[in-house]
């Protein structure tokens, strides 16, 4: 059974930097697209960014563009989210997930195109 691991979360100040990290166990990583979604309190699931299975292509919502990136390192089995210059507004609980189908070359941008989701990790940013 494939799992995935959220890590790297915490209260950081505005204008700070946290790198999450996702560790999926099992075989076949390498072949999804991923994705990193976040949900804050009271507010809908958002896409954050996307990459495909060799990192050939990347996407990211206009909230965090600029600011966050998206990567992944196949022999590691993981997937990273680099934030930089973090708001208050970018507090919510993050989750990486794996699309249901492999070898994407245009990932999804919805949460129906993910079928398997990390438990989520809590960023919070202080004002």
């Known amino acids: 059974q494939v799992q995935l691991v959220e890590s790297g979360g915490g209260l950081v100040q505005a204008g700070g930097s946290l790198r999450l990290s996702c560790a999926a166990s099992?075989?076949?990583?390498?072949?999804?697209?991923m994705g990193w979604f976040r949900q804050a309190p009271g507010k809908e699931l958002e896409i954050i960014a996307t990459i495909t299975w060799n990192s050939g292509r990347t996407f990211y919502a206009d909230s965090v563009k600029g600011r966050f990136t998206i990567s992944r390192n196949n022999a590691k089995n993981t997937v990273y989210l680099q934030m930089n210059s973090l708001k208050p507004e970018d507090t919510a609980n993050y989750y990486c997930?794996?699309?249901?189908?492999?070898?994407?070359?245009?990932?999804?941008?919805?949460?129906?195109?993910?079928?398997?989701w990390g438990q989520g990790t809590q960023v919070t940013v202080s004002s």
């Open positions: 099992g075989r076949g990583f390498s072949d999804y697209a």
């Open positions: 997930a794996a699309e249901t189908s492999p070898d994407s070359v245009v990932p999804g941008t919805t949460s129906r195109n993910y079928g398997l």
